[in-house]
């Protein structure tokens, strides 16, 4: 059973009201399957969001942030946990079961895409959800599939990540998990 998901999400709301939205509702759906949601610590934008929906649901909370970042933390969670480096934070992020993407900027495309390649490299075997909220996988998507198109990625590619339409189909196959 999945018991801890590494949620990867943007600092900022973005431009339309659905990331907000998305985000609150994944905080109580991990909380109300009684999952701990592990993040990147910060108190605003989707993660702020993110995290006050799973901490108002009663999940555990972890937030991992690196020390020069210390300042845009949140305040309420259970643990923070403080690392030296963006690469220590995603070594300790990617220690969850399962993985999902919200949308986001170029760090949560950044933490998506090594996920996605250290999965490719063999270095884990643990399922990778994108959470596609009006359409905002879509980019994602067709950059990994221009990869594969242009001959540098192989087409199995595609097969280490499932992108699934709004928070209720993510949460949904996320029950699914073994």
């Not at 998901?5 to 109580?28: C, I, K, Q, T």
């Not at 403080?82 to 986001?104: E, N, S, W």
């Not at 643990?126 to 980019?139: E, H, R």
């Amino acid at each position: 059973m999945i018991r801890s998901v590494a949620v990867f999400a943007g600092s900022r709301v973005g431009a339309n009201p659905a990331y907000a939205a998305a985000a609150s509702a994944l905080g109580a759906g991990l909380a109300a399957g009684n999952r701990r949601l592990i993040y990147g610590g910060g108190a605003h934008g989707l993660m702020g969001l993110l995290a006050n929906a799973a901490l108002a649901g009663g999940a555990h909370v972890t937030g991992i942030i690196p020390s020069f970042l210390t300042q845009f933390s949140h305040p309420g969670l259970g643990q923070l946990d403080c690392v030296a480096t963006m690469h220590d934070r995603k070594r300790r992020l990617f220690q969850a079961d399962a993985f999902i993407a919200l949308p986001g900027g170029i760090g949560t495309l950044d933490e998506l895409i090594e996920a996605i390649t250290w999965r490719s490299l063999g270095q884990h075997d643990k399922p990778i959800l994108l959470c596609d909220i009006a359409g905002s996988a879509a980019p994602t998507v067709a950059a990994i599939d221009a990869a594969i198109a242009n001959g540098f990625s192989s087409p199995s590619l595609r097969t280490l990540f499932e992108v699934h339409t709004g928070v209720p189909a993510t949460l949904a196959r996320l029950d699914t998990l073994p």
